[in-house]
């Protein structure tokens, strides 16, 4: 009984992890997410900040770390130029402590979900 109660709490904390690792791609079929980078805060669905290490883009909180390879990343994203093209509209801060979402909304587009391993 133990052992099934173990894997329904695997199963429900991975269904709660975030995507932060992330990899731009060539080609938008490729990508998990297409993102348009805006101008203005009040633009965005999401404020990112881009940390120096993956350990620190933990949580759906907009820390987000680019990674060298698309295997070390959680999803890939494709920047596009217009908005009405994009998934989610980001726009890059200069603080960690900015970084937060705008639209809630949009905030499942970053979960990761049993299918996504």
């Known amino acids: 009984m133990n ?14 992890s975030t995507a932060q690792k992330l990899f731009p791609v060539e080609y938008q079929n490729h990508a998990d997410i297409a993102v348009c980078v805006m101008k203005y805060a009040n633009q965005a669905d999401l404020k990112v900040y881009k940390v120096d290490y993956s350990n620190q883009a933990k949580g759906n909180a907009g820390l987000w770390f680019f990674t060298d390879y698309s295997n070390q990343a959680d999803k890939t994203i494709f920047f596009v130029n217009y908005p009405n093209q994009a998934d989610l509209k980001i726009f890059y801060v200069k603080f960690k402590n900015q970084a937060g979402w705008v639209n809630e909304a949009k905030k499942g587009l970053l979960d990761l979900s049993l299918f996504d391993f």
């Not at 052992?3 to 709660?16: G, K, W």
């Open 3 to 16: 052992t099934i109660a173990a894997l329904v709490a695997t199963i429900f904390a991975i269904q709660l």
